[in-house]
């Protein structure tokens, strides 16, 4: 077993408690969950029901990009099937990773967890624990540990069970690290055996361990989340200030940020929060909180604050160009953050869409995402082009929607060279104003007001 250089795990290898594990799902979570296991020394069997994704993954082909995630796959002895069964009766821990997706009144939908809980109280052949990792809200474990119960009892057995919470905190595009350099791991349960249990499973992992019950386990999921949707939007909503009342909000979000009470992250003003889980989540919990009579009046504006948010760069697209109508914009970034093909709640989409209906032109661009946000785009008037420059040829307007690094890197004399317009709305404030207003743009970033007539010809005497 060697490790990437990168990570820091505990140094105990002799030490290590060699667990057998099958996890049910290999999504996101399932599949890094699953592969980081493998890495610290577990045996692992992942389960899927798509026979196609399981067939990829014998070959080590994985169905997404996540940087790094490939080549430890391959390295590792994982087995994959599509057989939940054998992989149970393997298996002394059963970790749930699969998808919670949004249900028809926004709230959790929980029927394959469900499922997983079943087919673990139609399997089990002895004791076991059962490990609820996906994203479930309060009262879930309580109802897996009743499901498996039935099952247990239909099959007149008993085995005895644990049921325990392990919420998921990584992040896409970092998905190793933020699972092998953790910040924290969080393990709701019942009894002292299944913490005795956790702690052997995580024993390599250098992370403080947060040991709770069961319902505070699965609200630290959704309040986690919700924080960090609070903070974007208290970001953006700043941002909006500024540009009213002539400040600058990277340097709002720098000097707030250095309040170590504050810290500096998830402080990007920008286009507003996508992806697979912080929109859900905000809208499960406010959901959630109607069971309790709980409002979440702070929420709401968090969402409502969010929703604004993505369409803010369309208008400041109608604000300097008029009538989009037949105009060429060109769209560098479609995944709803770096580093991932991820195209779920992408604010691509929300802008294109609004593009479209008015009858502009696009050439769309990102390095990653292309092939994924053609499933989800209509086909009409818009391109995908190659590469960046191609994206921005012709074009009255560039917008950046996400701030991958290739971006920054870009050469702004061949930039200027091949557009028609010289004007950049910068969503993520990845460039730098000075700089590219140097080199001959108007750019229009979020939150960083434009710079007066005075100042521009300062900045061009020097040029
Ligand atoms: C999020 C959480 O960060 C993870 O901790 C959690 O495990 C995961 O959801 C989950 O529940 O599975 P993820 O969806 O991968 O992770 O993405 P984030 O890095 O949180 O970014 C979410 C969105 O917020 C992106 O659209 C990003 O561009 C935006 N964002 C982020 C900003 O607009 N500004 C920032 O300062 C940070």
Known sequence: MSTPLFLKLKNNSDSVNIMKIAIIGTGYVGLTTGTCFAEIGHEIICVDVNEEKIENLKKGIIPIYEPGLEEMVRKNKINFTTDAKKAIKFAEIVISAVGTPMGKNHDADLQFVKEVAETFGKH???QKVFVNKSTVP???????????????????????????????????GTAIKDTLEADRIVIGTETNNARKIMKKLYEKIEAPILFTDIKTAEIIKYAANSFLATKISFINEMAGFCEKAGGNIKDVAKGIGLDKRIGKKFLNAGIGYGGSCLPKDVKALIQKGQEFDCDFPLLKAVEEINEN???????????????LEGKLIAIWGLSFKPKTDDMREAPSLTIIKKLQATGAYIHAYDPKATENAKKMIESFNIEFCKTPLDTASGANALVILTEWDEFAQTDLKRLHSVMKNPLILDGRNLLNKEIVEKAGFKHVGIGQPDQKPHETAKLLEHA
């Open 138 to 172: 309060v009262g879930t474990g309580k109802i897996c540990k009743k499901i498996i119960e039935t099952e247990f009892k239909k099959r007149n057995v008993d085995f005895g069970f644990e049921i325990v919470s392990n919420p998921e905190f990584l992040r896409e």
């Open 124 to 126: 089990a052949n002895n």
């Open 309 to 323: 948010q993505k369409n803010l760069l369309f208008k400041k697209l109608q604000k300097h160009l008029g009538a």
